[in-house]
């Protein structure tokens, strides 16, 4: 079935090359100068009725060729370019000339003649409006329902790809802003599936500063792309949103309520939720774009959460407000203040297997769990933020309050088998718990960068953060543990656990990059930059711990001494540094941009704890210091209108501070398979981390087809790395000793190409890859009892693989089919190398095909499907198939109102299964239950309105040159702005 699935996707790009097309090429160049026009627009219209064809942009050279144009059909070719006259010409192609040659087309810059009145009706489709590339609406004849998205996906150069990224001429898309600012969150989606295309006067692209970064070099890397969609002032108030609600069998229900309003300067949402098919809601903006009224999404949002472990009932409301001071339109500057509330009731009813694997010299301990969870709480959450930036000054904070009540309860058995066939031992634990916990976060930051000034005494920046946590919970846990093979006598504990916690931590950074103006004045140190930084972070933490024991003598619950303390511990780190950094760049104009930057920090890392308990072994006070450098080189490679290449290359170093719980642990011994002991004389583990990253993608105007690659590798090394000299029991247990070791290591290669074709205009085919590979070395010391009963301590190294590949392929039909085949492995494997045991392996294998059938024009069929196929250590198979399929109804005049059938599970047998193997030497399968089988009906409204209900005719004003003055003007070519001044954007 695969197979012919693959086969059909591969025959219908063939299939629609075998249409007849024409084409039409030329060269548009300067009447008097006679230089080619780079950027002009050239569109084909039917001459019957103006409609558009196809359009294209003039290259570097003012070339076009515009192909996939029908044959025997009247014709106009319009050409126009700011400043100078517009051309036309009619063009009638049939089977025996489907080519036609302009040759040369010069434009005049005397403006006195107008256009034919045929031209005069069409509306030019894309322009560029200095360097910034705009696009017309109006110039796409659509459905009158038809969202921005729907646009978007016939405009050449534009490309949707199914994750939900957007490029434009292969440029990724960063920030999607409706007139100048975030729309609703910021999400992509939230503005092109819900804003009408009739609502929309352009949509903008620009390059521009990432001003997110403290520390900006002035290279390509420091630089985003943004798309701004920019409404009809008469359509710059309105409300859009989604009611609906769904009756299932077997009791399952859910309910969507959705109300987004907005003015000039001032947005507000309202969300709720309800339903017990494991749809997860965690805040306002997940809310919003779950049910966003584009028909259909390429992503599968609001549906059942199929990896969810359990049975999930999630009550959810919400809203969000967010108000800007004035009404400018321009995204560089910002004065808006913005506020959230979240609450969310949930429970869950959680059933889980698991199978692990330790192999041992000598022999292998197999153990097998069962447990039972169920839950609830109910969390409430406040955020608040105010952000102001201007032209060289940009100041954010943001804070937060939640709280969160919870019940648990749980039961659990774990059977240990010794080769897989003597039993070892057993343990079956219960607990039943409450929880109260809050929490208080703010953190923000400040920058002071004239960049377009370069980098002067006035250039720094600093941010903070600061949290306050609380919390209290109250447990009472039993557990009885017997031993087959051990002398260790039946153990049976039943306890309960108060403990209340406090944290509070507060962190302060500060970047100053204008040493160098300070020092030298004029004098440009080989234009070397330098900056001085520091970071410094305080954390306290406290915990009160009572804990009572049954005496089965008396029957009465006793302090437990071993257990029951009060500790304090406070940790304080600061991470001063001086930089350097210089950026080389070179341009020609038109052809390329490179740059190479150079950057070096060299800090110091200071710690100091300090520890105080009632237990007195635990009190301590110690303090450590580290040379801890970093240095990177980045290059950057853009040949203009063809590709972009990006190199980096760094290391940092970074220590951490053993903590009280690996120096001198509380032992709870409740828990016989996993003790740790603390080792006081720990050392200080010291990382060092080696990067190299590579990205390459074209960006090219009227190309159809558009690649990018990625490549990502990391190596780590670790001295004084913490491992542990674990004891093994005969009956399974075991005790770990901590103890410091060199000879730790890791590494990590990510790769990532995509490509996607545009055929016919309306026909889009997509390809992504994604892989990886990583692992680990891993020294520790391993102590089994042999069979006479002396013990045996060995010298291993414990050797960890995994490896991920994805192949995704997404081919779309505009406006009337698209399918989706994707293909993953993933593999884990464990060695102990030192034991004779052999490798253990754990896989992974999914595959994953949708399919979406658009009914013209208001049904829509679509059906997915995931198959997965875990293989664990000991070969056996666990599979799992999940079907599901919908069936959807669009009425009403603008689609507003919507029936849905929803099937889910359609083989019942959605199971949560995954596979693991690490370096503790453990490999396994857990297998968690999760929602099956369920039929659902839902009927939806989508309450919509854009602008006044009596909007005057011809009201649409032009942008105002005020605003066109702050509009940011940043490069979207960068040979623009390298003739303005050296690189500076």
């Given at each position: ?613 009632t237990l007195s072994y635990r009190n301590l006070e110690r303090s450590f210091h580290f040379f801890t450098p970093s240095s990177s080189v980045y290059y950057n490679y853009n040949r203009f209108n063809q590709y972009n290449l990006n190199i980096g290359l760094s290391h940092n170093s970074s220590a951490n501070a053993p903590s009280i719980d690996q120096l001198y642990p509380i032992v709870d011994n409740i828990n016989k398979y996993n003790i740790v002991v603390g080792n006081p004389d720990l050392k200080s583990p010291l990382s060092n981390n080696f990067n190299f990253n590579a990205n390459y993608n074209t960006q090219r105007f ?284």
């Amino acid at each position: 079935m695969k197979q012919r699935f693959l086969i059909l996707l591969l025959l219908l790009p063939i299939l629609s090359f075998a249409q007849t097309n024409g084409s039409v090429k030329g060269l548009v160049s300067d009447s008097v100068h006679d230089y080619g026009l780079q950027s002009a627009t050239v569109t084909v219209y039917k001459k019957a009725d103006s409609s558009l064809v196809n359009y294209q942009v003039t290259n570097n050279q003012g070339e076009f060729n515009i192909g996939e144009l029908p044959v025997r059909t009247p014709l106009l070719l319009s050409i126009s370019y700011s400043g100078y006259n517009d051309f036309s010409k009619e063009v009638y192609l049939d089977s025996l000339k489907k080519d036609f040659d302009f040759k040369k087309i010069l434009l005049s810059r005397d403006t006195s003649r107008q256009m034919e009145e045929v031209v005069v009706k069409a509306v030019v489709p894309v322009r560029m409006n200095g360097d910034t590339l705009e696009i017309n609406p109006d110039a796409f004849k659509l459905d009158s329902s038809a969202v921005v998205e729907d646009m978007l996906l016939r405009v050449p150069g534009v490309t949707m790809w199914s994750d939900g990224t957007i490029t434009v001429n292969g440029k990724k898309i960063s920030n999607v802003f409706v007139d100048g600012k975030p729309f609703f969150g910021g999400n992509p989606e939230i503005a092109t599936q819900n804003l009408p295309k009739t609502a929309i006067e352009k949509i903008q692209v620009y390059q521009e500063k990432d001003y997110s970064k403290q520390d900006i070099s002035n290279t390509e890397m420091d630089s985003t792309f943004t798309m701004n969609i920019k409404m009809k002032p008469e359509k710059r108030k309105g409300f859009f949103g989604k009611i609906g609600a769904g009756l299932g069998t077997d009791q399952h229900y859910e309910g969507d309520m959705t109300m987004q309003a907005y003015n000039k300067k001032t947005k507000l949402a309202i969300a709720g939720n309800l339903n017990n098919t494991n749809k997860t809601i965690q805040d306002v903006r997940e809310a919003i774009q779950n049910n966003t009224f584009r028909s259909y999404n390429r992503r599968n949002f609001g549906a059942p959460n199929a990896n969810a472990g359990g049975l999930n009932t999630v009550h959810y409301f919400g809203a969000s407000l967010q108000h800007n001071f004035d009404e400018s339109t321009n995204s560089r500057f910002t004065n808006s203040a913005e506020g959230e509330y979240n609450l969310r009731d949930s429970r869950n009813n959680q059933l889980t297997n698991s199978t692990t694997i330790q192999n041992l010299t000598g022999y292998t301990i197999t153990n097998i769990s069962d447990r039972r969870n169920t839950g609830s709480s109910l969390n409430q959450s406040i955020d608040a933020g105010y952000e102001n930036r201007k032209q060289a000054t940009s100041f954010s904070t943001k804070a937060n309050y939640s709280w969160n009540n919870g019940q648990s309860s749980s039961e659990g058995n774990t059977t240990a088998f010794r080769n897989d066939t003597v039993m070892a031992s057993r343990r079956r634990n219960t607990s039943a718990a409450t929880s109260h916990s809050s929490s208080f976060n703010l953190n923000g930051y400040f920058n002071n960068n004239d960049y377009d000034e370069g980098i002067n005494k006035k250039s720094f920046s600093t941010n903070f953060s600061v949290s306050s946590n609380n919390s209290e919970s109250n447990s009472n846990q039993t557990s009885r543990f017997e031993s087959f093979l051990d002398s260790i006598y039946t153990q049976n504990t039943d306890r309960k656990y108060h403990n209340e916690n406090s944290n509070f931590t507060t962190n302060i950074g500060m970047n100053y990059n204008g040493l160098r103006s300070l020092l030298f004045g004029n004098y440009n140190f080989w234009n070397i930059n330098i900056g001085l930084r520091n970071n410094f972070r305080y954390n306290k933490s406290d915990l009160n711990a009572n804990v009572l024991e049954l005496d089965t003598l008396t029957n009465t619950y006793q302090v437990n001494e071993a257990l029951t303390n009060i500790n304090s511990v406070v940790n304080i780190e600061d991470r001063p540094g001086i930089s350097f950094f210089k950026t080389i760049s070179r341009t020609l104009s038109d052809r390329y941009y490179k740059s190479i930057s150079f950057r070096t920090d060299l800090q110091n890392q200071f710690l100091y704890q300090k520890n105080t308990s009632t237990l007195s072994y635990r009190n301590l006070e110690r303090s450590f210091h580290f040379f801890t450098p970093s240095s990177s080189v980045y290059y950057n490679y853009n040949r203009f209108n063809q590709y972009n290449l990006n190199i980096g290359l760094s290391h940092n170093s970074s220590a951490n501070a053993p903590s009280i719980d690996q120096l001198y642990p509380i032992v709870d011994n409740i828990n016989k398979y996993n003790i740790v002991v603390g080792n006081p004389d720990l050392k200080s583990p010291l990382s060092n981390n080696f990067n190299f990253n590579a990205n390459y993608n074209t960006q090219r105007f009227n190309e159809k087809t558009t690649y990018t690659a990625g490549l990502n590798l990391g190596y780590n090394t670790f001295k004084n790395s913490i491992s542990d000299s674990s004891i093994f029991g005969n009956n399974g247990s075991r005790t770990s000793y901590l103890l410091n070791i060199d000879g730790k290591r890791s590494f990590r290669g990510d790769v990532n190409a995509s490509a996607s074709f545009r055929i016919n205009n309306k026909n889009m085919l997509q390809v992504r890859y994604n892989g990886g590979a990583g692992g680990s070395h891993a020294p520790q010391y391993i102590t089994t009892k042999k069979q006479d009963g002396d013990f045996l301590t060995q010298l291993i190294y414990t050797q960890t693989r995994n490896q991920n590949h994805s192949i995704h392929v997404f081919y779309s039909l505009t406006d009337l089919f698209n399918i989706s085949l994707g293909e993953s492995i993933n593999t884990n494997n464990s060695q102990q190398v030192g034991t004779g045991k052999a490798v253990l392996k754990a896989k992974t294998y999914g595959t994953n095909a949708r399919f979406t059938l658009l009914v013209p024009k208001n049904f829509t069929l679509s059906t997915n499907v995931n198959y997965l196929n875990n293989i664990s250590a000991q070969s056996q198979s666990e599979e799992a198939t999940l079907w599901n399929a919908y069936a959807t109804w669009r009425f009403m005049k603008m689609k507003q109102a919507e029936i849905k059938l929803s099937v889910f599970d359609i083989l019942r047998q959605n199971r949560n299964i995954t596979n693991f193997a690490n370096d503790n030497n453990t490999t396994g399968t857990t297998i968690t239950n999760g929602i099956q089988q369920f039929y659902m009906l839902t009927v939806s409204y989508f309450p919509r309105r854009f602008g006044g209900r009596t909007g005057r005719s011809g009201s649409r004003r032009s942008e105002s040159g005020e605003q066109r003055q702050q509009r940011p003007q940043q490069q979207f070519r960068q040979q623009n702005n390298t003739q303005r001044g050296g690189g500076r954007r």
